[in-house]
């Protein structure tokens, strides 16, 4: 599928085509994995990066990528400890 958008000439006179195609894809496929729309595998494939690459996005744009509280973190180390 493919999707276009009229952007103004004085927003795009900066940057080239494929730059902006780069960057809406990754503002797309953070904002999809950030609402749990999509897996973080799904979201890098969207963005054309590899899974590392898209977690390093993530972090630059304050994208968490493990989805669980200090505590519930504490709690699974503490089961663990019992085992």
Same mark, same amino acid.
């Given at each position: 599928m493919q999707i276009a958008i009229d952007l103004p000439n004085d927003f795009v /006179?900066?940057?080239? #085509?494929t730059d902006i195609e780069k960057d809406m894809r990754l503002s797309y /496929? +953070?904002?999809?994995?950030?609402n749990a729309k999509v897996t973080i595998?799904? %979201?890098a494939e969207? %963005?054309?990066l590899d899974i590392y690459d898209f977690m390093a %996005?993530?972090?630059q744009n304050q994208v968490p #990528?493990? !989805?669980i509280?200090?505590?519930? +973190?504490? !709690?699974?180390l503490a089961g663990m400890q019992s085992v």
């Amino acid at each position: 599928m493919q999707i276009a958008i009229d952007l103004p000439n004085d927003f795009v /006179s900066f940057q080239s #085509v494929t730059d902006i195609e780069k960057d809406m894809r990754l503002s797309y /496929s +953070l904002w999809l994995f950030k609402n749990a729309k999509v897996t973080i595998t799904k %979201a890098a494939e969207l %963005a054309c990066l590899d899974i590392y690459d898209f977690m390093a %996005a993530c972090k630059q744009n304050q994208v968490p #990528v493990i !989805d669980i509280s200090p505590q519930e +973190l504490l !709690d699974e180390l503490a089961g663990m400890q019992s085992v």
